[in-house]
């Protein structure tokens, strides 16, 4: 059974910076995807960043390319969400995410198709104000 458990979030003035740390253990397959999905209040839950565990490669939702950025330590099992320029419409509850359908998790998260991924963390709270 995969586990994910998160930890970084917190308070953040805009602009300013968070690292959002996910402890990934469980995976039987070496294809999957693993990454980030945030929900704010009221609004549905969006795609942020994956990362394919394969090849390594990397992909963004475009209201954080450029800002954000996935990287990953497979020593420490743990993927990392460096968030940078944090801006007003990023305050959400940042969810760590898995699952072996990489394709669709891509597609959820860079054009907002639907999600359908198998295994979450509990969630950590992103809060940016001045």
């Known amino acids: 059974q995969v586990q994910l458990v998160e930890s970084g979030g917190g308070l953040v003035q805009p602009g300013g910076s968070l690292r959002l740390s996910c402890a990934a253990s469980g995976f039987t397959s070496d294809y999957y995807a693993i990454g980030w999905f945030r929900q704010a209040p009221g609004k549905e839950r969006e795609g942020v960043s994956c990362i394919s565990n394969n090849d390594g490669s990397t992909y963004y939702a475009s209201s954080v390319k450029g800002r954000f950025t996935i990287s990953r330590d497979d020593a420490k099992n743990t993927v990392y969400l460096q968030m940078n320029n944090l801006k007003p419409e990023d305050p959400a509850v940042y969810y760590c995410?898995?699952?072996?359908?990489?394709?669709?998790?891509?597609?959820?998260?860079?054009?907002?198709?639907?999600?359908?991924?198998?295994?979450w963390g509990q969630g950590t709270q992103v809060t940016v104000s001045p």
């Open positions: 995410a898995a699952d072996v359908n990489a394709p669709k998790y891509i597609l959820a998260v860079v054009a907002g198709g639907p999600i359908a991924v198998r295994s």
